[in-house]
RNA sequence: GCGGGGAUGCCGGAGUGGUCAAACGGGACGGACUCAAGAUCCGUUAGCUUAGUGCUUACCAAGGUUCGAAUCCUUGUUCCCGCACCA
């Protein structure tokens, strides 16, 4: 392939891109667009190919958007606290900060050599101090609204990351991380976020966010989902513990209570004499991870306790269950062994009454001893006091309203989303913002003293949190009383960084507000978010919740941060494999663009598939590009030499530039890239067969959001000033278009096939071809041009109307022809 | 178990009721250019048949709806992914 200096033209625009500050953003009148992608972390590692496919994406739509006249909000930041960084940094005995600075620095340039047109003045990182300030003063603010708080829960525990997490990190039992971690279930006091508050909120917007994919929405409501029941409340002694169930129909039926063996008051339950066996009985469960917990047999034990049945102030016995979820509901159930499969299962198990309050219609008595399996599903009730002869559905009304009626239950929701568990036991996060005071308890560190800052000299020991044993950071006056207190040494998750970050990016400067709400309420919300989908459950959710909370304290006029989320795919090895070290299928973007340069990389990476689904890196097809590049270049070489010379467009030309315009945009404004390429490859061909500078500037134009650099370069070899980048994007009239001139180029086009056809045939019979008879009908003569026709076919073609008196056809071929298909004779 | 997304020609991948033997790219093959190679350009790329036609087989499989299906419905096969004892 010939050899150009790639680098050479893509250093030289970078450069004026930058000293230019082209793709600086300004608050203004015009109509905003606000384009981000998930900002990364910076791994020490690099850019790898996914992320510059990632970056594309957004680069190409921040392109467009600004050149069709929009004012472009297109930031980058990085996501910069984490365990990586923090582990490097044990490993190496040194600060967190120098990897992370070394890696962001890298990711810069890289993400420079990729000619992404970021706003590189907006620049957040997520470990500076006057970034991580704002997320101690969200904090503060959610302390006040009673939103964050300390509590004794049961936590998942990560051996390796030496750390709680978040309900959301966990994954399939295992660390997000560290998937060969098993996750432990300890019981600590730890900070938590009330995002249950929002959990009404948050599952019912997601119908409104019509920009989102459907996946992530059907993710979001799994995860948060929603269910409408009943509170109620069974007195175990004088205290009330509440249940929650979706089935209040079958109350009655309720023979046994059953609390997880995760629960925080369990020992409350238990009775001197069962002591014993309880103990053993949860050493055992603990001994099991969450994951094989799933294949156990459902096994319990009493706790000695007796609950009193809320309507037949019978007495219950309360079991402890190794298959009540602890975090759900209120980590207690009510079991109705006739019409739960599970409570059936223990019930049968340990010889605990079952007894049915529910028959299908027309169903046959329910025979506790020979019955393999609950009836679940709705009927008519029986054995249920004054209730009986109620279909479910009506059922459950009534048995709330009574239960209302006696303040022993209450119409309730239920929602699976847990509160977000922040507290983090390590150094390389945001620190939270609170000191403990022997004289007054949990204090908040005051608004003017924030950031509490992150010490600069620590010393990392083989166990635990360095914060622990830093004097110098833990002592701190108590904001209420001046004595000295101690401070939290536990950090944020570094979610929190993450869930307003792209708040900032509208005016990521300010000292003395965590940003200005009308530069945040112009640029916001986000119009395009661009990321990957694993993180469905986690920011995507954690970003609304904190979104509505700033709505809530008055900072923002807006509901929702985004408006059209788009999740890239998966960009996989040559092989399908992941690119990965270990299969040595890695190609890294800097060694590509090398090879291909970083324009014919990126068309690559945006047009193989549909940039939303999951493809392969193929060096093949990164040629293919560079081949279309480098068409372009030589074409506008040609030009510029007078190689080639202008020539006016052809009305058909015309329309087909019109109609490319069209569709190129239609196209790339809904991110079907690889359908816009198409688009363009064709628009080329047509303006291959000769055409003007207009022309062909035009197509630059649409060719430089996909490869700018080489655009500029073409645009500057044409003899302009400035910067594609800058041009307005081409406008389509509507009037150029001609549907009939381009059918009838598909009716010749057919033609020439029919007659190649006929060549070969007769060739094939081994007589020799000389010249082409055409017989078309009087109206359609002036479609067809005898020179044009030669060009393609090579051979003499000679048309007559088929009205010609004079017209040489020995055959009679001419009464063939129909309208739009000439006749032919060949001879 | 529940939920989501796929299965298209040699390959990657468009296409969601007729204009589809199915875009575009890659590969392969034939031709032009050339001393030659590369690059570039043109053409072919389901089969049979035919002076431009017609037929058959085709979009995982089997049924169905329809005048008409790659496209809609049902069932099945299979692959990927998410959640998972949620009361």
Known sequence: MKQINFSRIERKWQKQWESRGIFKAREGRRRKYYIVEMYPYPSGFGLHMGHAFNYTIGDVQARLRRMQG???????????????????????????????????????????????????????????????????????????????????????????????????????GKCWIHEDSDVEVKLLEQWFLRITDYADELYEGIDKLDGWPDLIKTLQKNWINKSHGTEIDFFVG?????????????????????????????????????????????????????????????????????????????????????FIVADYGSGMVMAVPAHDQRDFEFAKKYGLEIREVVRPKGGKKFNPKSAKEAYTGFGILGNSGGFGGLKSQEAIQHITNALEMKHKGRKAVGYRLKDWLISRQRFWGTPIPIIYCNACGIVLVLEKDLPVKLPENIKFSSKGNPLVGHDKFMRAKCPKCGKIGRRESDTMDTFVNSSWYFLRYCDPKNKKKIFDSKKANYWMPIDNYIGGKEHACLHLIYFRFYTKFLRDIGLLRFDEPVKRLFNQGMLHAADGRKMSKSYGNVVLPDEAAKKYGVDAMRMFLISVASPDKDFNWSDKGAEGSLRFVLKVMNFVDDFKNKKIKSKKMTKLQESKLHRAIRDYTDDLEVFGYNLGVIKLRALFDV????????????????????????????????????????????????????????????????????????????????????????????????????????????????????????????????????PGRPGIFLE
């Open 70 to 172: 929009f004012n472009v909000l297109y930031p980058m930041g990085y996501d910069s606290f984490g365990l990586p960084a923090e582990n490097a940094a044990i490993k190496a005995k040194s600060h967190p900060k120098r990897f992370t600075e070394q890696a962001i620095k890298n990711y810069i340039k890289q993400q420079k050599e990729l000619g992404l047109s970021y706003d590189w003045s907006r620049l957040i990182v997520s470990h500076d101090p006057e970034f991580y300030k704002w997320d101690q003063w969200i904090f503060l603010k959610m302390f006040e609204k009673g939103l964050a708080y300390k509590k004794k829960a049961p936590v998942n525990f990560c051996k390796k990351c030496n750390t709680v997490l978040a309900n959301e990190q966990v994954v399939n």
């Open 238 to 322: 004088d205290k009330i513990w509440k249940v929650f169930t979706t089935r209040a129909d079958t109350l009655f039926g309720v023979t046994f209570l059953v609390v997880s063996a995760q629960h925080p008051d369990l020992m409350a339950l238990v009775s001197d004499k069962q002591k014993k066996e309880v103990d053993k009985f949860l050493r055992k469960v603990r001994s099991v991870s969450d994951k094989d917990l799933v294949k156990l047999d459902k096994e319990g034990v009493f706790t000695g306790s007796y609950a009193l049945h809320p309507l037949t102030e019978k007495r219950i016995p309360v079991w402890l269950g190794n």
């Open 687 to 818: 303006l291959r067969e000769g055409c003007d500078k207009r022309s062909l500037e035009i197509f630059l134009r649409l060719f430089s959001v996909i490869c700018p650099h080489v655009a500029e370069e073409m645009w500057e070899k044409l003899g302009n000033r400035g910067f594609v980048s800058l041009e307005k994007w081409p406008k389509f009239d509507k009037k150029k278009i001609d549907d009939k001139l381009e059918e009838i180029e598909n009716q010749i086009n057919k033609l020439i096939d029919d007659i190649r056809n006929i060549i070969k045939i007769v060739k094939g019979r081994g007589k020799k071809v000389g010249r082409v008879y055409l017989y078309v009908l009087p109206q359609e003569k002036k479609n067809y041009d005898s020179e044009k026709l030669v060009g393609r076919l090579g051979i003499e073609v000679i048309i007559f109307a088929v009205n010609d008196k004079g017209k040489y056809d020995p055959e009679g071929k001419a009464k063939k022809a129909k």
